[in-house]
């Protein structure tokens, strides 16, 4: 197993979490707005749909869990990055789709995490490792409605340069709520656990995320609002808070 | 406020939009005295670089006073009545690029680093007003700008010296600079600098700060070209001469030890392989147009330099490898890594080794944004390097 790369357990793709059938509704549109434009998107964006389109007929669309993992190097030690995951309160400063995580004991957290319509999703998770600077896992109480677990390893880069952040996110779709979490938390598992990485690197070298949600803008019509759907930039929030960690050196 | 506003190919509109505000803690808010077109704007203006956004407030090249300063900003870095210009790269100055001084490669400033990773593998800085695979930042044609990690980029400008002194230290003068540094000409060599735009003059210039023994500048713009020989340089017109054999000539069959392309993506030129390669961009089948990467590449001397600050897309074809490797070239390219430039530059405008304002053709209200894009694209009416002034009515223009 390669340690660098974000990777999907068994031989399915990030796409079966979609189902197939959603996926070639989104080619058959990527394709049609990438023609429609005529401009120069176009092309990239009816080539991804052709791509898109082939990758989903190939595969059979049963779902099975994703075990995504994503590696950054951050310019801080690895106190200071265990600090600031191991208090849980912090993840949803990083967390795409996490709303919050309460912190309601030592071991024990609740998380509310972005459901369809703003309607949020709820469950328990518990800490089953914790190695001080190195390690903390964390897995969903058993009888929360939705399965998952995650670790995160903190580890210094030989030379002095920075920690390696690894973090590793499994979701088991099952049960009820299953379809909803596994369409809105694991369509793009590899995605949404690179984006969580990359914006706690954020967090710790720059005290802030970086976003643009919220400037100002001319009129976007229907073209600019589908391109801002597509660059998925509406995920990118702001941090009002800076990071305590954050040490000014420049 | 004002802004000017990308709403498609060839289409930049003014608009009334909302007043910018403060979204991050290292923000700060820039009322905006003084505003650019850059020759990197015009190939947004063609629609030739992906991801842009109907709605795009455009610009990269601003100066003006902080209006306004996020609770992350500690007073002794910025505060409120500071008179600034603000590099076009956005560097937050904490992660390891920032850290190696590759300020233009910040980790940490695209907050769409992922759609640059797809192309790139890894994603450079977020830039202002460009394309949102660089962040997507809203620009500085407007009345107000914000500015992310403004305790690092901004930088202070005394009162005194007048706004067209300095606000190029936004972006081409110091883009011009590295364009010559990266040359890596040692003194008395000869460099041959492809494209005699606002960048391109400056390269000239910076050529002969850092001790070129002769510069020899490329177009075909006759005003552009007598710029450059105000500068010192010889010029070659290429709708006259052949380049390459001129350049032969002119250095003895030693080729230029470092040729510079200040010229990018939307070349022009003459021939079979120029015509096949606009009728690719046209196509949409590429976006660039790289005739003077592979003339430099032919042009260079033996173990030369080729330095690349012109703007590239994506791929380019026909790319002359076997000369590059065999001819043992060095090539050296990137965005300008602003905040390396922006104090000595500022230093050498203050002792008057130079005085920037020498390449403004046009200062116009923003209102004549729109038409400005053209007559700067067009290169009519004489037009180098267009200022524009977010204040200033239409009226009174």
Redesign the interface.
């Known amino acids: 197993m390669n340690p660098y790369n974000s990777q999907i357990s068994g031989d399915k793709g990030p796409q079966d979490f979609l189902g197939s059938k959603g996926i070639l509704i989104g080619a058959a549109a990527l394709l049609a707005y990438g023609i429609t434009r005529r401009?120069?998107?176009?092309?990239?964006l009816a080539t991804a749909g052709g791509l898109l389109a082939a990758t989903s007929l190939r595969s059979n669309g049963n779902s099975q869990a994703a075990h995504t993992r994503a590696t950054f190097?951050v310019?801080t030690s690895p106190e200071k990055a265990y600090a600031l995951w191991r208090d849980f309160s912090n993840l949803a400063r990083f967390m795409r789709h996490v709303k919050s995580v309460e912190v309601l004991d030592d071991t024990h957290s609740e998380w509310v995490v972005r459901g369809p319509m703003d309607k949020e999703i709820r469950w328990y998770a518990e800490i089953t490792e914790d190695v001080k600077n190195e390690r903390i896992s964390w897995r969903s109480r058993p009888d929360s409605l939705v399965q998952t677990s995650g670790s995160v390893e903190f580890r210094p880069h030989r030379a002095g340069?920075?920690t390696y952040v690894s973090a590793t996110v499994r979701y088991t779709p099952g049960g009820t709520l299953s379809k909803t979490i596994a369409t809105l938390l694991g369509k793009h598992p590899q995605?949404m656990v690179?984006?969580d990485v990359?914006r706690f690197?954020?967090l710790l070298?720059?005290?802030?995320?970086?976003?643009?949600?919220?400037?100002?803008?001319?009129?976007?019509?229907v073209?600019?609002s589908v391109?801002?759907v597509l660059?998925?930039?509406t995920g990118?929030l702001?941090?009002?808070?800076?990071a305590q960690a954050?040490?000014?050196?420049? | 406020m004002k802004a000017v506003c990308w709403m498609g190919k060839e289409n930049m509109q003014v608009h009334n939009v909302p007043d910018p505000t403060i979204l991050n803690p290292r923000d700060a808010i820039i009322r905006i005295t003084s505003t650019c077109i850059c020759g990197s704007d015009l190939h947004l203006y063609d629609g030739y670089v992906p991801t842009m956004e109907q709605g795009d407030i455009m610009g990269h090249e601003f100066m003006g006073e902080v209006v306004e300063v996020g609770p992350g900003i500690s007073r002794d870095k910025l505060k409120v009545g500071d008179r600034v210009v603000v590099p076009f790269t956005i560097a937050c100055g904490n992660c390891p690029s920032c850290q190696d001084k590759l300020w233009s490669c910040c980790d940490n400033s695209n907050p769409n680093a992922w759609i640059a990773e797809k192309m790139m593998g890894y994603s450079p800085s977020g830039l202002f007003g460009y394309t949102h695979m660089l962040g997507g930042y809203a620009g500085g044609q407007a009345q107000y700008a914000r500015v992310p990690f403004a305790d690092i980029g901004p930088i202070k400008i005394p009162e005194g010296i007048p706004d067209e002194k300095v606000v190029f230290l936004s972006d081409i003068f110091p883009t011009g600079y590295m364009g010559a540094e990266n040359c890596n000409i040692r003194p008395g060599d000869t460099v041959a600098v492809w494209g005699c735009g606002p960048v391109g003059q400056f390269a000239i210039r910076s050529c002969f700060m850092l001790g070129a023994g002769r510069v020899i500048a490329i177009d075909r713009v006759p005003e552009r070209l007598a710029m450059a020989r105000a500068a010192g340089a010889e010029t070659l017109n290429f709708d006259e001469v052949d380049i390459l054999e001129a350049l032969r000539e002119m250095t003895g069959n030693q080729g230029p030890d470092a040729c510079m392309d200040v010229v990018g993506m939307e070349a022009s030129g003459h021939g079979i392989v120029y015509a096949m390669d606009r009728a690719k961009q046209m196509m949409r089948a590429s976006m660039d147009r790289p005739i003077v990467v592979r003339q430099a590449i032919i042009a260079c001397k033996k173990g030369g330099t080729v330095s690349v600050p012109g703007v590239y897309a994506s791929f380019i074809d026909n790319v002359p490898m076997g000369a590059y490797v065999n001819k043992g070239l060095t090539m050296k390219t990137g965005q300008t890594h602003m905040m390396r430039y922006m104090q000595p530059l500022l230093e050498r405008i203050q002792r008057g080794d130079i005085d920037p304002s020498f390449v403004i053709s046009h200062v116009l209200p923003i209102d004549q944004a729109p038409q400005a894009y053209k007559t700067f694209r067009d290169k009519q009416e004489h037009c180098t390097k267009v200022v524009l002034k977010p204040w200033d009515s239409a009226a009174a223009a």
Do not use: C, V
């Not at chain 1, 954050?246 to 420049?250: M, N, P, V």
């Open positions: 401009s120069k998107t176009s092309l990239a190097l310019n340069r920075g995605f690179r984006e990359r690197k954020a070298e720059a005290g802030e995320t970086p976003t643009t949600i919220g400037q100002s803008h001319g009129p976007r019509g073209h600019g391109e801002q660059f998925r930039e990118n702001a941090d009002p808070q800076a954050y040490s000014k050196t420049a």
